[in-house]
């Protein structure tokens, strides 16, 4: 069940029930807030996630021309926001060396 790590750790198997590690503090890690209940990376998301009792909120960060930082994964507001259905629809452009 167990092998011998680096430096003699004692490391368990994948097939070791994880209930049964007897050190082992598990983290709740989350990368877009909770999404099943807002949507992903928004500040209802995030906070949502917080008050669920995660321990990480894993947020990619991005910049506004102003400076102002918010959380998103990819700069391509057009698949990951809808945007393109708002008043704001008539100014996005897409930078072809940014787009992925």
């Known amino acids: 069940m167990y092998s011998q790590g680096?430096?003699?750790d004692i490391i368990?198997?994948?097939s070791f029930p994880i209930c049964c590690w007897p050190t082992a503090?598990?983290?709740?890690?989350?990368s877009e807030g909770?999404?099943?209940?807002?949507?992903?990376w928004s500040d209802l998301a995030y906070?949502?996630?917080?008050?669920d009792g995660a321990d990480i909120l894993?947020?990619?960060?991005?910049m506004t021309k102003e400076g102002i930082p918010f959380c998103l994964v990819s700069i391509n507001l057009i698949?990951?926001?809808?945007?393109?259905?708002?008043?704001f629809s008539n100014i996005a452009s897409t930078v072809p060396e940014q787009h992925n």
């Open 47 to 51: 906070t949502k996630a917080a008050s």
């Open 34 to 40: 909770a999404s099943g209940d807002y949507p992903g």
């Open 79 to 87: 698949d990951k926001t809808t945007v393109s259905q708002s008043p």
């Open 12 to 14: 368990p198997h994948d």
């Open 25 to 30: 503090k598990l983290l709740i890690i989350t």
């Open 6 to 8: 680096i430096g003699g």
């Open 58 to 62: 894993d947020c990619s960060v991005q």
